[in-house]
């Protein structure tokens, strides 16, 4: 059990500046969500937490106590990689217990906090194979079970789904999820998938370029993003971004953001843009209906699925509530609605 | 399973299939040819050898002779060459198998000041053959008073450009991660060495033992320059000493009992390493 902070954090590798000073406080039990397209440092942030990456500048406190210099060991974490990282020649149960072992953990002990992890990660008949004779799923969750009976401050997930299969990755993320809340530990978190983001965190970091852009709840982030770059990548299908020229009654100057969910289809000359169907992708419960606007950007509405999909081609206009359109400024952050 | 017909690659059957066989079986018999003559010369009498024609069928000289040899021999007892032999074999391949590893270990994981440099100059001694810096290693080895001595037989031969590179590449192979998790498991770096990093290298390490032991144990030119000493000798240069310089009469029996002796310990060992010997060649288990 353990409370996290990291104050005004930096990474530069060289001259290139990587991280640009993060800070968050993380309460005990929480479980945080890192999220951002490949390339923002979000596995450099979490790297730092670990250890594994040297803190540039700021401090990383786990339990109040600075931990910059202390070897990942003596910070009493435990990580989950996204390649799993199993010990290829060691038996499930060594590869469980190696940890302890280097602790000199008493035998006996050893044995049983791997019995009850295994237990509770279903592996019981598995602990005397090799990785190499586990699936995919199974072998992640080999990886937390050597994570769990270390029973660290804090969990560090590196991408931990991303090698799975789209089914498996469901599963999985529930159970990680259900596990986290039994055993209450400290919990942070890598994806690039904001699904995995939006369903397992208690707050999620969006970062952008080495910038956390917004810290909070999942459904605050949604409903609320900060800067344009968190509106564009949380939520599915992405917000539409128009000039304010196009939008009658929006500040000059800004962008205009409008998610596809809010938006609905009228017909032409009622609409607030107007626009021709380029595509519809129909997906069951939900069609997405892809429009070129008269100014030519694009724009996507996602309407239900048992409304009828207007045809290629097809002129409409597009309607939407005025207190869902979103305003950001020249620097991408958001602007407070008049 | 697909059936019993899927031994191996040979699907192939009929006529063409047995002149194959009987190729490759005349080919045998036409290599062991002089290692059976070898061996049949060396269980029969000197004077049998010498008048021709030369026998065909092993005589009943087996044990004299191979008794003979390893007790007395030419020069130096034949056990006490193969003692030799096998010391100089298994110091040079352990000795480089274990530098190489801890050389290989340093240059892969660990960031120091001249890294690249170091491991240039490790791969520039792989164009410099031991024929090439004899003179100057002779008088080193002559200087810390190690001629006539083992470890004057092993120490010069056991730094290895080549198993250090071949190690190096196989560090390289093993995922970054796999030292990370070691890391937050809690294991120093030599632990990590020792419980991860070994047992994943142990084909590699096997395959490279057995050519390194017969590399070690084929040594001629430096035992010879070396051991002035019969009873240093090892058994490969001992085998020439045992020609007679002058009119002397060559004890062809167990000159050739000797030579059946020398070939005996590499077959053994790579008989008896063969499965992880071919498995380290083939395959790498990451």
């Known amino acids: 059990m353990a409370t996290v902070k990291l104050s005004n954090l930096k990474k530069s590798f060289g001259k290139t500046d990587v991280i640009h000073g993060v800070d968050i406080d993380i309460s005990d039990g929480e479980f945080i969500v890192i999220v951002g397209p490949s390339g923002c440092g979000k596995s450099t942030l979490l790297r730092m937490v670990a250890g594994l990456e040297t803190v540039t500048s700021g401090e990383v406190q786990i339990n109040g106590a600075g931990v910059n210099e202390m070897e990942p060991m003596d910070r009493n974490i435990a990580m989950v990689f996204q390649n799993y990282a199993l010990y ?20 006996a002990e050893i044995a049983e906090r791997v019995q009850s992890a295994a237990k509770l990660l279903q592996l019981e008949e ?20 050597r994570a769990i009976v270390r029973k660290p401050d804090v969990f560090l997930f590196d991408e931990p789904l991303s090698n799975l299969d789209a089914k498996l990755r469901v599963q999985m993320r529930l159970e990680i999820k259900q596990l986290q809340r039994s055993l209450g530990v400290t919990s942070l978190y890598v994806t690039h998938d904001q699904v995995e983001a939006m369903t397992l965190a208690d707050r999620m970091i969006v970062m952008n370029g080495g910038i956390a852009d917004q810290i909070g709840a999942p459904l ?23 000039p304010a020229a196009l939008v009658s009654g929006a500040p000059a100057g800004t962008t205009v953001g409008v998610r596809p969910e809010h938006a609905t289809l009228t017909t032409p000359d009622h609409g607030l843009v107007e626009g021709q169907v380029s595509y519809s992708e129909a997906l069951g419960s939900e069609t997405l209906v892809h429009l070129r606007l008269s100014s030519d950007a694009a724009f996507t509405v996602r309407q239900n699925g048992m409304e009828p999909a207007p045809e290629e081609g097809h002129a409409c206009g597009v309607l939407w509530n005025s207190s869902d359109q979103m305003h950001f400024g020249a620097d991408g952050r958001r602007i407070a609605t008049p | 399973m697909a059936g019993r017909e899927q031994h191996g690659m040979v699907q192939k059957r009929g006529v063409g299939h047995w002149f194959t066989h009987l190729g490759l079986i005349i080919g045998v018999l036409i290599i062991f040819f002089p290692i059976w003559l070898a061996f049949v010369a060396s269980t029969v009498t000197q004077p049998e050898i010498v008048h021709p024609p030369m026998p065909l069928w092993p005589g009943d000289q087996f044990f004299n002779n191979y008794r003979d040899a390893l007790v007395s021999g030419v020069n130096a007892p034949v056990a006490k060459m193969l003692l030799n032999s096998f010391v100089m074999a298994m110091g ?34 792989l164009m410099l053959p031991v024929e090439v810096r004899i003179v100057p290693t002779y008088e080193v080895v002559a200087g810390f008073g190690m001629l006539n001595s083992y470890s004057g ?37 030599m632990r990590f060495f020792w419980d991860i990093l070994l047992p994943m290298s142990r084909t590699n390490i096997a395959a490279l033992f057995v050519i390194l032991f017969i590399y070690g144990w084929n040594q001629y030119l430096w035992p010879l320059l070396i051991t002035t000493d019969p009873s240093m000798n090892t058994i490969v240069m001992g085998i020439k000493q045992m020609f007679p310089s002058g009119d002397d009469i ?13 070939m005996l310990p590499p077959i053994i060992v790579v008989i008896s390493m063969q499965k992880l010997f071919i498995r380290g060649l083939v395959d790498s288990e990451k």
């Open chain 2, 250 to 262: 060559a004890d062809w029996p167990v000159i050739m009992a000797t030579s059946i002796l020398a």
């Open chain 1, 126 to 145: 598995y602990l005397m194979r090799k990785p190499r004779e586990l699936s995919g799923g199974q072998r992640q969750r080999v990886a937390m079970g």
């Open chain 1, 88 to 107: 290829p020649h060691m038996k499930v149960f060594d590869n469980m217990a190696y940890g302890l072992k280097i602790a000199k953990t008493p035998k």
């Open chain 2, 153 to 189: 037989l092993i120490f010069p031969l056991i730094a290895s450009a080549t198993a250090t590179f071949l190690f190096r590449q196989f560090f390289m192979t093993v995922p970054d991660e796999l030292a990370e998790a070691a890391r937050v498991d809690g294991a120093r770096p």
């Open chain 1, 220 to 242: 605050e982030v949604y409903a609320n993003p900060q800067t344009e770059f968190v509106a564009g990548f949380i939520g599915s299908p992405a917000t539409n971004f128009l």
């Open chain 2, 92 to 125: 040079i391949a352990l000795g480089k198998i274990l530098i190489s590893l801890l050389s290989a270990f340093a240059i892969v994981y660990f960031r120091f000041p001249g890294r690249k440099v170091f491991f240039w100059l490790i791969f520039l001694t």
